[in-house]
């Protein structure tokens, strides 16, 4: 999902911007926050996100519900005044419960992807900035680790450990960092040729300090888009475990424990068990895509048009 | 042609050994985790002890390494606890299904996405380009079970058109004499990969429209047509087949999802039975045999791209 290139920022050049060479130079997020407005997707993805956000961390507070303990005698209930979208088979109140594992969601798909977007972009540049036989090293790393199923491996670790939030943190991290390590790694080899980068070294700073002040911040635009992906993957990816029983423990839990736990009761038609569920990861997923899209149109036409 | 060819193998057999470097260490980052998770939670200590004797958990990791990889290399990917076979049986029999099945559904969706994708391209920015979009964030918005499952509901539980099951054969044969049963397996399969293909074909596609070799071929008075098959298509599909190769851990990791849902007899449910038993060794052996495949299967796109393509021997 992340290794697409975008379509859209090959928009016909723009010539007639000729007068605002003439303006004050803008700052480069500003610019960056221009184009980025100018697309409707992107808006609706980033109010989504905000939306989704202030939902489960903050709904809590005005919608108050009993989410530690079993309810029976409210198993099933239809959505009405008082259950807006219902009770699920152990009674819980279903927007209440969305909340709970929109919690569990979003604070594992946003730490994962930080953290593993901050090691592998960290490592990408290393090794692009290193090059010759210890990139070549590097990058066989990870090669290797792109080329493991990684679903396979977050199910062991599942197995062995019976993971809390933190440790799925962890564990979506380490396999999902040689994504945004690749990407900055080529991003690097192409930046380590720059003058001021050069100019680091004539001046005798160390290495450490062209990859940290030079070259990351240079490459901050490629690593930002990977890490909106990262989000929407690591997202997936939990509800994936959620569905195969590998989900956090209840009385947590997330969409995807929620999702998979309706689905068992497809054929008995208590609908607000599954859509309600399945519909917030579809959009939430995708809202991060829309702004993912829209932040690399907005850092390559930076680049390239103004 | 000699040279890229040596260098390559050298670095899909670096690779390789980094593979089973890195499963195993994941797999003892717990220390005596597999005995633990086997015995379940109330063996006592001196139960452990001795059964991580047995099964030589006892000795340093390295030395533990090294006779894995030894046997490995044998073929033989150990002897698997609670089925009471050798692992690789019980693995021969699986793989060859979920080839099967990932190999139609990755087919159906790459000649669904393909074009679908370069329409997109053609008429980028109209109607038909935004709702192709719009069902491919829906494709890859979805996480697979939840396609699966949906589409059981429609098909297979309210309009009776289609089994809910995969097709139950043990064998091959029996599994492709039975085309409509693996319809929605391969639907699903079809849906999530459309999605990614069609995404992938449209960037490829807008990417090459405005390279100078498509300027020189109008020039020179090539055809729409031409220029769009000719030029533009032949050349986006190089960045596919690169995806692809990138992807195949993700189409192959995928079918656990289906296979689960469809109780498709593959490797994917063999997988997931063993994570309900705490079956460790089946897990490893699975882990790593999908990935050499993976690894054996960018090998072949790079020489199959190195002999079409000058460009890739020298860089």
Redesign the interface.
């Known amino acids: 999902?992340a290794?697409?290139?975008?379509?859209t920022l090959?928009a016909p050049p723009d010539f007639a911007g000729g007068q605002q060479a003439e303006e004050k130079p803008r700052s480069m997020f500003r610019r960056g926050w221009e184009v980025f407005a100018e697309n409707k997707l992107a808006l609706i993805g980033l109010g989504f996100v905000i939306f989704v956000l202030l939902f489960s961390f903050v709904g809590p507070l005005i919608y108050k519900t009993q989410q530690v303990s079993v309810t029976l005698g409210n198993a099933y209930c239809t959505p009405g005044p008082q259950h807006l979208l219902g009770c699920d088979n152990l009674g819980y109140d279903v927007v209440g419960r969305l909340m709970q594992g929109g919690q569990s969601s979003l604070e594992v798909g946003l730490a994962a992807a930080f953290i593993s977007c901050l090691f592998g972009s960290i490592y990408g540049a290393v090794s692009g900035f290193a090059g010759g036989i210890v990139d070549a090293i590097m990058m066989?790393?990870v090669?290797?680790?792109?080329?493991?199923?990684?679903?396979?491996?977050l199910?062991?670790?599942?197995?062995?450990?019976h993971p809390s939030r933190v440790a799925f943190i962890g564990f979506i991290a380490?396999t999902y960092w040689p994504q945004p390590a690749r990407l900055v790694r080529g991003e690097t080899l192409s930046l380590r040729t720059r003058e001021y980068v050069a100019a680091v070294k004539v001046a005798g700073g160390r290495s450490s300090r062209a990859v940290l002040r030079h070259i990351m911040p240079n490459a901050i635009g490629t690593i930002i888009v990977q890490a909106t992906f990262a989000v929407?993957d690591a997202i997936?990816i939990l509800?994936?475990l959620g569905?195969?029983?590998?989900g956090v423990q209840l009385p947590q839990t997330d969409w995807?424990s929620m999702?998979?736990n309706g689905?068992q009761y497809?054929?008995l038609g208590y609908w607000w068990l599954i859509y309600p569920a399945?519909i917030i990861?579809?959009?939430t997923?995708?809202a991060f895509?829309?702004i993912g899209d829209a932040l690399r149109d907005a850092f390559e036409t930076r680049l390239q048009r103004r | 042609m000699t040279g890229y060819l040596i260098r390559r193998l050298i670095q899909t057999i670096v690779v390789t050994l980094i593979v089973t470097i890195i499963t195993f260490v994941l797999l003892h980052l717990v220390p005596g985790g597999e005995v633990r998770a086997v015995l379940g939670i109330r063996a006592s200590k001196a139960e452990i002890v001795a059964d991580s004797k047995l099964w030589g958990f006892d000795q340093p990791l390295y030395v533990q390494y090294l006779k894995w990889l030894w046997q490995l290399l044998h073929g033989n990917f150990g002897f698997d606890i609670k089925y009471s076979a050798p692992v690789s049986t019980l693995l021969w029999q699986a793989f060859p299904r979920t080839l099967v099945l990932a190999f139609i559904g990755t087919a159906v969706g790459l000649l669904i996405g393909v074009p679908l994708g370069i329409l997109q391209a053609v008429r980028r920015y109209t109607a038909v380009d935004h709702i192709i979009t719009g069902f491919g964030f829906v494709g890859y918005g979805s996480p697979t079970f939840f396609v699966g499952l949906m589409l059981v509901n429609w098909f297979a539980v309210d309009l009776h058109i289609f089994p809910a099951f995969a097709p139950q054969s043990t064998s091959i044969l029996g599994i492709l004499a039975d085309p409509v049963a693996l319809i929605l397996p391969v639907a699903t399969y079809a849906f999530i990969a459309f999605a990614l293909w069609s995404r992938f074909m449209r960037s490829s596609v807008l990417d090459n429209i405005v390279q100078d070799y498509v300027r020189t071929a109008r020039a020179k008075g090539a055809s729409e047509q031409r220029v769009l098959w000719g030029h533009i298509f032949r050349n986006s599909l190089i960045t596919i087949v690169t995806l692809l190769g990138l992807q195949l851990p993700v189409i192959i990791g995928g079918a656990i999802f289906i296979e689960v849902v469809f109780n498709y007899p593959g490797m994917g449910l063999l997988f997931f039975n063993s994570a309900l038993n705490t079956d460790i060794q089946m897990m490893l052996a699975i882990t790593v045999l999908t990935t050499i495949v993976t690894i054996l299967g960018n090998l072949l796109a790079d020489i199959g791209y190195a002999m079409l393509d000058p460009r890739v021997r020298y860089s």
């Open positions: 999902m290794l697409d290139s975008a379509g090959l066989r790393i090669d290797a680790f792109l080329s493991i199923p990684f679903i396979f491996v199910i062991i670790l599942a197995v062995l450990i380490i929407a997936l509800s994936s569905f195969l029983g590998f995807g999702l998979s689905l497809l054929t399945g990861i579809i959009m997923v995708v895509n829309f």
